[in-house]
């Protein structure tokens, strides 16, 4: 599999990441590299193989829906990067 | 003895009996980390003054007399990955370079109430992606056996820790081998437990399917003291199960008698380091002179595990550290006029390469026309890896393998190859990936004088035969015993 300088920009931006000219011949580089050696799992047949996505025994954990002091509210503004009247203070998002 | 040398078991001795206070033995241990963590830099903030301030307590409690949880007194260097409150926790990364938990992890929840003492974050590679510890944002770790090499990684700065005695025990985590081998780069003992075992709460997540939280201490003893604390069902995490915490430190007993130890054939290959080869050997052999019985066993699918695992463990990794957008908490670009800028500008600048590249990864894997052929591909592989473990604990009670094809290498080494040092862990993560639990224990030198681990795994939630049979081979041999001479 060999990854464009365009296919690293897409995952880029699906991403969210910036990325510079020179990080991007190197993304596209070694990126490839590393699927290349991924495709050693084509070998195999999985057709009739289910898939694990974890391996525990269990689906899904539900609580009884009761009040709980189970973990105590800090106050959620103490690490915002920048906060105004008690919210999250972020750039412009609408026009 | 310097009281920075002991273990935790050895100081819970001296605590109880009054021949050391814990203020002593804590302040030992700043001064040692003062002489030796510049040339090792095993930690990335020390909390000198909570530690003190514990350490006090503790004495004062042992004055008092009554019951005296285990770890009362008792000073621990716990990772950058484990929140506690109050006290900065980074992962190793710019991003978190200034976040303050307002929490403590269940972990630290639990180490807190059995009277543990904190000494500081340890370092790790930036969000425990690595194998070496040399891609943190506030530097490399070195080796205390050697300064030239890797401690492993990603608990570097815990093994490092431990080795050079500037800690009484450890915390790790483990996605792909992070304590364990870490742990044989740097001839302590390292245990990932059983996937389920221990809460996760107030861990900086990387792969959720595959994290898991262990001790990292000096010898077999200390970790089974520690299982017993960190062990066991929190509903925070509701990936923690329900099933019964046996008293690990039961399970050791110096005796293998009748024990089935199996060894995949496919762990023993060619371009193996023959030193490591001979001591792994040279250890099964002392166990078989010790009563246990081995033989040869095939995990067929083992070729395929680190394919699976990175593509698995970076699509995870892609999901997980989308959360880090320079909103809520965590560093943020100054130069930042509208909110798309915001996001990519604070990601580029806060997360390192290899952190980077593996989300490049993970996104690819799980992005539109590559989900079937990568992912899916990846978690089916998954079951056949699960499969063959199953399959070989039906006629054995453990497997013994070597931690790493070879010792430790140099720092630099393979920086610039991504899947050279992705390679390295051919040893570790199908671990991970079977869920399973594994001990490293050291069992040699190199030459160069270079510890060499081994690993034994065990079957889902069976720590104990491990233990008992790390306790036997530790009773048998001394190389737990050995200490770095640290060249400063």
């Known amino acids: 599999m060999k990854i464009s300088k365009e296919e690293v920009e897409h995952i880029a931006k699906l991403a969210r990441l910036e990325i510079d000219e020179k990080e991007k011949e190197r993304f596209a580089h070694q990126l490839s590299d590393v699927l290349n050696h991924m495709e050693k799992l084509d070998q195999l047949d999985t057709e009739y193989v289910e898939p694990t996505s974890h391996i525990l025994p269990i689906h899904n954990v539900f609580k009884g829906d009761e009040i709980k002091e189970v973990f105590p509210m800090a ?21 | 003895m310097n009281l920075y040398e002991l273990t935790i078991h050895q100081l819970q001795k001296m605590l109880r009996s009054g021949e050391v206070t814990s203020v002593d033995v804590t302040k030992a241990i700043y001064e040692r980390i003062n002489d030796v963590d510049k040339e090792i830099h095993a930690y990335i903030s020390l909390t000198r003054e909570m530690a003190l301030e514990q350490a006090e307590d503790a004495d004062r409690k042992i004055k008092e007399g009554g019951d005296i949880p285990p770890l009362l007194g008792i000073p621990l260097a716990i990772k950058d990955v484990l929140c506690i409150e109050g006290v900065k926790t980074t992962c190793g990364s710019k991003i978190l370079s200034n976040f303050i938990p307002p929490y403590d992890a269940t972990v630290i929840k639990r180490l807190k109430a059995n009277g543990a003492i904190f000494l500081g974050k340890t370092n790790m590679d930036e969000f425990a992606m690595g194998s070496s510890t040399e891609t ?21 700065g815990s093994a490092a820790a431990l080795a050079a005695d500037e800690c009484i025990g450890a915390l790790g985590s483990d996605t792909g081998g992070s304590i364990r081998q870490p742990a044989g780069c740097c001839g302590v003992v390292g245990m990932k437990p059983t996937y389920g075992r221990v809460s996760r709460f107030g861990l900086v997540a990387f792969a959720s399917s595959l994290d898991q939280i262990g001790p990292m201490t000096k010898d077999v003893t200390d970790t089974a003291i520690l299982m017993n604390v960190i062990s066991g ?54 166990l078989e002179r010790l009563g246990a019985s081995s033989r040869e066993i095939s995990l067929p699918h083992t ?22 957008d320079g909103v809520k908490y965590g560093y943020r670009t100054d130069d930042s006029n509208d909110i798309m800028h915001m996001y990519k500008k604070t990601r580029e600048n806060g997360f390192g390469a290899e952190v980077k590249r593996r989300i490049m990864l993970g996104t690819y894997a799980l992005s539109s026309g590559y989900y079937d052929a990568y992912y899916l591909k990846a978690q089916k592989v ?6 063959d473990f199953d399959k070989a ?7 013994i393998v070597p931690n790493a094809p070879t010792p430790p290498f140099k720092i630099g080494e393979k920086m610039n190859n991504p899947l050279q040092m992705y390679l390295s862990d ?17 069992c040699g030198f190199s030459k160069e004088g270079l510890p060499i681990g081994m690993q034994i795994m065990g079957r889902h939630f069976d720590e104990e035969t491990i233990l008992r049979i790390a306790y036997t081979f530790e009773q048998n041999t001394d190389y737990h015993l050995q200490k770095p001479k640290i060249k400063l």
């Open chain 1, 75 to 95: 106050d959620p503004l103490s690490n915002a990067p920048q906060k105004d009247h008690g919210h999250y203070r972020v750039p412009k998002i609408v026009e």
């Open chain 2, 233 to 286: 069902r929190d509903l925070l995490d509701s990936t923690s199960l329900d099933v019964r915490v046996p008293d690990f430190t039961a399970a050791l007993r110096d005796d293998v008698k009748g024990l089935r130890i199996g060894i995949p054939r496919e762990y023993f290959v060619e371009g193996m380091d023959p030193e490591v080869e001979d001591s792994v050997s040279d250890a099964i052999r002392l």
């Open chain 2, 382 to 387: 998954r079951t056949l890896i699960k499969d």
């Open chain 2, 393 to 399: 604990f039906k006629g054995c009670d453990v497997l």
């Open chain 2, 426 to 442: 051919i040893f570790t993560i199908s671990v991970n990936l079977s869920g399973i639990p594994a001990i490293s224990i050291p």
């Open chain 2, 136 to 156: 943190s944002y506030f530097g490399i770790t070195r080796n205390p056996w050697s300064l030239q090499h890797i401690p492993g990684g990603s608990s570097g």
């Open chain 2, 303 to 324: 070729d395929y595990a680190i394919s699976t695992y990175y593509l698995l463990a970076s699509a995870e990794a892609s999901s997980n550290l989308a959360r880090y």
